[in-house]
């Protein structure tokens, strides 16, 4: 079966305001098959968020190649889903008009677009907060909307890049057994970065560990973990616990190579 | 748990008040209301008082500088009897008529300008020094240009005070665009957008603050276009009622014209903040007049 997404050799550099250049990612190999969950840790600035952005047709690769449903990536594709980092719901739409932004943009009728959107609001219970403004929502509620919104355009590829890191531990918990309860009604492969390897563990199927910047693939570890998961319970189990052991011995050294860099910038 | 029991948790809501500090706050900001509109009286009374006063006992000449007394009784005199160019209204009207004309004109000209080349790098940066140049001359001189182009008659109005109105206009909307969120650019790109949809509804919207925020400063500028235009020359309006007065030496002609422009500009400032505060109202704190 050909995967769903797949990175080859893939280098990005990036021209530096003083002139320079910077290499994000090195010589980067991933694959991701269709229907998987893939998470992506490692390191601050490792170019976790850049492979995203290769990914999604955001940024042209320098070298290698990136192919998403076994064509090459050369712009924004269509059955995309990106959940951001920081707020990207439209602050001047309800949660009802940026639910239903994907579809409209994409010129389906009003109230077609509309049925839809309440549909999907109801999935994320938001029933009832359909005329509300992002900023009178909680953070918790406005990702609920981001989710909403990503989903409705059915993508089968989503790709999240930190989407839980702002929430505070309990929503984050409540937010990520609502993630998986999502995407198991859907056949769409992930990828999720996070900094969070309790996070990773817990969500994916595969955890793959970037080496600190220039990031390439450190390692790749298959989470055997049954499902349904509960988030909130998964990680006391002893299978857990070994995984996260094997995996962190990886990422402590580059995380240590990360923070001396940090600290001899600073 | 369910999702929607977790919801109803994470919506804060203030505790309930005790009901006696309830009325406490309220009467507190009822007498607050009062010392600030008292002492806005105060200053009023001191100020015309003092003038009224020291112009009186000809410590300052009333010739030079009126007299509130004497602004009242010009006034009362236009209302009653009209003015030496028609009826005091109409002068109002047709100041106002140039004023709102200006006013949109240059706004929507400034902001098609501004999204445009706040959209297209190649052309701002083509047109960057003619605009720096355009913006660095004193415009009202372009009025007299108008005057003789346009004649004397409500057109060279227009376009001067569109001129003063469509720089600020433009450059607002051009920040605007520029400033507008990358990640909720990509987002919309990621949704399916193209670029007309992009620009309809992620940087309109979103240079919507700037441009609003331009328009309080814009109107002020549209009348005094309209103003300096018939100062250019004109046979009707509120600025030539004013050049009439200097001719005649008649101080408080002049200063009656200005109390009448400040009273139109004070009302459109009022309809510029409710109109701001109905286009954004998915802003977290709508606009309060500086004055309320």
Request: with cysteine; aromatic share 8%; glycine share 8%.
């Amino acid at each position: 079966m050909a995967p769903a997404i797949e990175l080859r050799d893939v280098t990005k550099r990036f021209a530096t305001p003083g002139g320079g250049v910077y290499t994000a990612l090195h010589d980067l190999d991933m694959r991701v098959d269709p229907g998987e969950f893939c998470a992506v840790v490692g390191p601050t600035g490792c170019g976790k968020s850049t492979t995203l952005a290769l990914i999604a047709g955001l940024e042209p690769v320098s070298a290698g190649e990136v192919r998403v449903m076994n064509r090459p990536v050369t712009g924004i594709e269509e059955g995309i889903g990106y959940v951001f980092q920081t707020d990207a719901v439209f602050p001047w739409k309800s949660v009802l008009g940026n639910v239903a932004a994907g579809p409209r943009f994409q010129g389906t009728p009003g109230r077609q677009a509309r049925e839809r959107a309440l549909d999907w609001i109801a999935r994320v219970g938001l029933s009832g907060f359909e005329d509300r403004y992002p900023h009178q929502l909680s953070g918790g509620m406005r990702k609920r909307v981001a989710l909403a919104q990503s989903l409705i355009n059915e993508p089968r590829i989503l790709l999240m890049d930190e989407p839980f890191s702002a929430l505070d531990v309990q929503t984050r918990t409540l937010m990520e057994n609502e993630l998986l309860s999502l995407w198991s009604a859907t056949s769409a492969s992930v990828v999720f970065v996070t900094h969070d390897l309790e996070e990773a563990i817990s969500l994916a199927d595969r955890v793959y560990v970037f080496t600190a910047g220039p990031g390439t693939v450190k390692g790749s570890y298959p989470i055997a973990l049954l499902r349904p998961r509960n988030v909130s319970e998964i990680r006391f189990e002893p299978q857990f616990q070994r995984i996260y052991q094997e995996i962190w011995t990886d990422l402590r050294d580059e995380v240590q190579v990360s923070y001396e860099r940090q600290k001899r910038a600073g | 748990m369910s999702v929607r029991s977790a919801l109803v948790e994470q919506v804060a809501k203030p505790a309930p008040l005790n009901a006696d500090l309830a009325a406490e706050r309220r009467r507190q900001r009822r007498r607050r209301q009062f010392m600030v509109q008292a002492l806005r009286l105060l200053a009023a009374a001191v100020w015309l008082g003092s003038w009224e006063l020291t112009t009186r006992l000809n410590m300052v000449d009333p010739f030079f500088f009126g007299m509130p007394s004497g602004i009242a009784r010009r006034m009362y005199t236009w209302i009653t009897e009209g003015t030496a160019l028609g009826p005091l209204w109409q002068q109002v009207a047709v100041t106002m008529e140039e004023t709102v004309l200006g006013f949109v004109v240059g706004t929507a000209l400034g902001i098609l300008a501004g999204v445009l080349l706040g959209r297209n790098r190649m052309l701002s940066d083509v047109f960057a020094p003619f605009i720096k140049a355009a913006n660095s001359i004193p415009r009202v001189v372009l009025g007299a240009l108008f005057a003789i182009s346009l004649g004397l008659d409500l057109r060279s109005k227009v376009a001067t005070a569109a001129v003063l109105v469509f720089f600020v206009v433009f450059f607002n909307a051009f920040q605007g665009v520029r400033e507008v969120d990358r990640n909720l650019v990509a987002n919309a790109r990621i949704l399916g957008a193209g670029s007309r949809r992009l620009t309809t509804e992620v940087i309109l919207p979103s240079a919507l603050s700037w441009i609003i925020a331009s328009l309080h400063i814009s109107f002020g500028l549209a009348l005094i276009g309209a103003v300096v235009g018939e100062l250019w020359g004109a046979t009707q309006g509120v600025g030539e009622l004013i050049y009439n007065a200097e001719h005649n030496f008649d101080a408080n002609g002049v200063f009656a014209g200005m109390a009448l422009l400040a009273a139109v500009a004070l009302v459109a400032e009022a309809l510029i903040t409710a109109l701001e505060n109905r286009l954004i109202r998915w802003r977290p704190n709508p606009v309060t007049d500086v004055t309320a």
